[in-house]
């Protein structure tokens, strides 16, 4: 009966899927909740800062540089057949803060810090370093979850705003060191089209999403982990593919509410 | 089951009667289907989170491989406790975590990373972290497995001393016969979740039950068979008579 075990095997899986989106939902909630420890011991986030963001510091800068230079290229490329070319500057920047900037950070972020994440966590379940906190009466959604979702939450938007900065040099050196646009329209016409509620406002709550989403993300997957080499792998996996695929599916979502008929 | 207290107790049978599972209902990890685990006049399961966190206070727990925390050096995995739960002041912290260290022997190693001890210098130190805040129950989950024949001497010496000037209760979850035998007062065998055979250690080396026998003496054949049951033998391998 093929047509039976089909049915099965999806009703397993849609079953398996909506529990675990339920255990997620309850795994943020406990994050939430049990956050208050964290902001007194402001230590334990900084710690966690300096691994999640200032770690993924030169993978934001370089892709940054060359996501910037490629749109100044791209850009200039178009302009020119509308003889556009001195609006490369608000092109490149709004392209950066409203798009690429959130989008391609959370992307490398997911990557980098997500996937460090949640092998950290597995590894930590499957040396029973997280049982033996329990056993010392230590809560460690508390202790060891929290700090690591608060710093991945206030990192996000930081590294994406570099990411932004970043790209907009380079889109600067390809743009008007390389090609030769006027610096002066390059800077000036950024700084009359870019809003700041509107597009850089706007790209800071995209990437605070997507922070959030890829930091529970990672840490539901390592905490929920099986405690084995092959468990922790798998968690790796499906934390890079999960985070992507709901980086981009919420930046549709945020995009059709923020800048819809704009 | 009973663990007085004062006493070293051992709980040995085969891999997957329920020795570890046992340690977790103690500790609180799990909820029992039936029956209870009192300890210090209050039942286990009843508990809420915060009376459970509590009573876990009064317990410490050395699991297989240490269970150090790798991000952490050996003075701040044992000192780890002392600052969750207490509002000692560090000076006083830096004293006690030395004076728990130099129990183990490992008073040196007080800078190190867990990655840098060996197996049985990390068990000594999980050992220091376990009995930080002075327990009145300390369980131990094969403290024994994979160490060399100094490090299984120094770790069952250090179980039996410990215990002793704590006057606490220690639980010792272990596959080793000889060397649990030496050090503790009572010990239980369990098979398939229930208690088999009970004795202090000369009682078991004495004792002409034949599971015991088998366990104690590791012979191969016995009450626990050899060969995994199955099928016929020429069955399987499709012969006629």
């Known amino acids: 009966m093929p047509a039976t075990k089909t049915i099965k095997i999806v009703g397993r899986r849609t079953i398996n899927a909506v529990w675990r989106i339920g255990m997620a939902a309850r795994f943020f909630f406990l994050t939430l909740l049990y956050s208050g420890s964290s902001f007194r011991r402001f230590h334990l986030i900084i710690k966690e800062l300096f691994s999640t963001g200032v770690m993924s510091l030169i993978i934001i800068i370089v892709a940054g540089l060359f996501v910037g230079m490629v749109l100044g290229l791209q850009g200039y490329e178009t302009l020119k057949r509308y003889g556009s070319e001195s609006a490369l500057g608000v092109m490149v920047a709004l392209g950066l803060v409203r798009e690429l900037g959130p989008v391609v950070a959370a992307l490398l972020f997911a990557s980098r810090a997500g996937s460090a994440m949640t092998a950290e966590i597995g590894l930590m379940k499957a040396t029973e370093q997280i049982s033996a906190m329990e056993m010392m009466a230590v809560n460690p959604i508390a202790r060891i979850v929290a700090p690591r979702f608060w710093a991945g939450v206030i990192s996000m938007p930081l590294l994406a705003a570099l990411f932004s900065a970043v790209g907009v040099f380079g889109g600067y050196f390809v743009g008007v060191v390389q090609i030769g646009v006027d610096e002066g329209s390059f800077w000036s016409q950024m700084q009359a089209a870019v809003d700041f509620r509107e597009d850089i406002l706007n790209g800071v709550i995209k990437s605070f999403v997507f922070g959030t989403a890829v930091t529970v993300i990672a840490l539901f997957e390592g905490y929920d982990a099986p405690p084995t080499a092959e468990g922790v792998s798998g968690a790796t996996t499906r934390t890079v593919v999960t985070s992507s695929l709901v980086i981009l599916m919420l930046d549709f979502v945020l995009t059709a509410i923020m800048f819809r008929g704009n | ?241």
């Open chain 2, 1 to 241: 089951m009973t663990f007085p207290k004062g006493k070293l107790i051992a709980i040995m049978g085969l891999s997957g009667c329920g020795k570890t599972t046992l340690l977790r209902h103690i500790g609180g990890a799990l909820k029992p289907a039936k029956g209870y685990v009192k300890m210090d006049g209050q039942v286990i399961h009843e508990l809420d989170q915060d009376g459970l966190y509590r009573m876990r206070r009064k317990m410490g727990m050395l699991f297989q491989f240490g269970a150090l925390f790798t991000d952490m050096s050996v003075f701040d995995n044992v000192a780890f406790q002392m600052r969750e739960h207490t509002d000692l002041p560090e000076e006083i912290i830096h004293d006690l975590v030395l004076m728990k260290l130099h129990a183990v022997g490992l008073r040196s190693t007080f800078n190190l990373m867990p990655s840098e001890l060996s197996g049985g210098m990390a068990r000594r130190v999980a050992l220091a972290r376990a009995v930080a805040l002075d327990p009145m129950l300390i369980m131990y989950d094969e403290p024994f497995a994979g160490l060399d024949p100094i490090s299984l001497t120094v770790v069952g010496d250090l179980i039996r001393r410990l215990n002793d000037a704590l006057g606490a209760t220690s639980i010792v979850v272990t596959h080793d016969v000889q060397e649990s035998l030496k050090i503790v007062d009572y010990v239980y065998f369990m098979a398939n979740g229930v208690i088999v055979a009970e004795g202090t250690p000369d009682e078991i080396r004495a004792s002409d039950e034949d599971f015991v026998r088998q366990f104690v003496h590791g012979e191969i054949d016995g009450p626990v068979p050899f060969h995994y049951p199955g099928g016929d033998y020429r069955q399987d391998l499709n012969l006629r008579d």
